[in-house]
């Protein structure tokens, strides 16, 4: 401190006064001068500096000295970082300073030594990593958007977020669901936890080695102290790196599992909780093996951020299922039991709902054998999917059996438009929050005879025996229910024996890429040999040879033979 040329008062009051660390070396990097700011950062007295080099006051830090020296050696100023730890407290775990170094001559050619302008950055640079690390989450999150939650199936929601996690963060990853009421399974064990592996992924090293531990769809018990159930009891991310076999005891499923955890290497686990709308779906597991570092509180929250984005994915999914599952079952048990025809009415019915990640719609059929010895035929379709196009297609097919079975006329079993008309009255009364479809038909297999009339639907077909198919001009009128006070016209046909009757909704041959007509003239262009068959055969050629693998909306239809009938044969349009 006291080799500072004399007469430099006022340098010397700017030096001790400054914020910033100065420094004077002399050519073999030993230090001659240090103000106060630099002797507070490395927590060593100035005078304790002076003679001494970097790695006799600071051995923690790298001074980086390789660059000094050429500082020294060609004159050319740099600025580099140094970083390490000095024998000051501080709140960083590493500290980072940002030097400027250039050499001082003596004014006669000599070299001096070095000065050294010197500022901690610590605080800039844990901003900027966390700017980094923030940035990363929104990159993750935005691959999430993508790659989780492509569809509405809880597997394969839950095999992405896995793949996605052995990717970015973990050597293996695995989401255990908690069971849905009523799945099935088996009650856990006294004071165990029981969930279902909905899936796991494993980087290849391990892949082989964690099978052992069991693959997707298997149920797993866990004791209390395990992580999964301290995760889901907390709701908060349990980290777990596994300095003992004890720890690791903990943290299993069960003890028996450690020996085959330290066989794989597993050193580190992370389990993150599964939750959305207040509610538990589960838990995500993550294990580190090997030569990874073990899991910070840093990818505790990757993991929670990436975990919350597929959770809302898995509640859509869940969500979906059971109303999926509900929607289903009302819809089968409305459509298993359609009315008895007349018994000298064959009649068969098919129905093939949408994919599987669609729901089903309002799509239904009916028959029903009137007092007057003519039977009703009905195929309709209510707007919309789900739950609740299910119920209100349950109130259309009951009402219309109401309409049906109190009409009565002298010639009023001949026009099947006032029953549409009676019906349109009545669901409008009601207040029918879904519009509907309809064709309705009275049919007569004893003079072999049927009348239609049509609200809003396709046109009925007529199949001869020699398998060609012509489409009925039945002209449409509104919609049922839709408060049109809609005007319905009843179209005659004559009904020869061993002719089918076809009515179908618009799965069956409507297609988003053409015109309808187009559509209708597909149906109409088939050539069914064999029609004289049975209709269940019959009706299963046409939905292969009409419906698409992955139907865009679903396809029900209902075939009608006259049996035995000896109607007279004739145009089919009367």
Known sequence: MHDLPSGQWLWRALLEGTQAGVALLDTSLRFRYVNPALARMNGVPAAAHVGRTFGEVVPGVDAREDVLRQVLADGLSR??????????????????WQGSYHRIEDGHGGVYGLGAVVQEVSADRETQREVERARERLLLLDAAAVRIGSTLETERTCQE????????IADVATVEVLSLTGDGHRPAPDGMLRLRRAA???????????????????YVDYQPSAAIPRCLETGRPVVSNFGSDESLSRSAP????VAA????????????????????????????????????????????????????????????SREHGIAVELQRALLAAPG????????????LPAGATDLVGGDWFDTLALPSGLTLLAMGDVMGHGVDAAVEMSHYRSMLRVVAGEYEGEDGHRTPDRILRRLDELLTAAG???????????????????????????????????????????????????????????????????????????????????????????????????????????????????????????VAVLAARAAGAAGPAGPFAG
């Open 432 to 554: 029918a929050e879904r519009p509907g479809t309809c064709l309705l038909g009275l049919a007569d297999p004893v003079r072999g005879d049927a009348w239609f009339a049509n609200a809003g639907h396709l046109p009925p077909a007529v199949i001869s025996p020699d398998g060609t198919v012509g489409l009925l001009p039945v002209p449409p009128g509104p919609p049922l229910g839709a408060d049109l006070r809609g005007v319905y016209e009843t179209v005659h046909v004559a009904w020869p024996d061993g002719h089918v009757l076809l009515l179908y909704t618009d799965g069956l041959v409507e297609r988003r890429t053409e015109d309808i007509d187009d559509s209708l003239d597909r149906l109409a262009g088939l050539s069914l040999p064999q029609a004289a068959g049975p209709l269940d055969a019959l009706l299963a050629r046409i939905v292969h040879r009409l419906a698409p693998e992955a139907a865009e909306d679903d």
């Open 340 to 351: 008895v025809p007349h018994p000298r009415v064959d009649v068969a019915t098919h129905y």
């Open 200 to 218: 796991m992924a494993a980087r290849a090293p391990l892949a082989a080695k964690v099978r052992q531990f069991g693959v997707p769809g298997e």
């Open 79 to 96: 600025e580099t970082m140094t970083s390490g730890q000095t024998r000051a407290d501080s709140l960083h775990a590493r500290r980072y």
């Open 254 to 257: 069960n003890p028996e599992r």
């Open 261 to 320: 955890y330290r066989a794989a290497g597993i050193h580190s686990g992370m389990v993150v909780p599964l939750s959305a709308r207040g509610a538990r779906i589960g838990t995500v597991s993550m294990v580190r093996a090997g030569d990874s570092p073990a899991f910070t509180e840093d990818d505790a929250a990757v993991a929670r951020a990436l975990a919350d984005r597929a959770a809302i994915s898995l509640d859509n999914a869940r969500r979906y």
């Open 161 to 168: 977020l896995c793949d996605l996690l052995v990717e970015v």
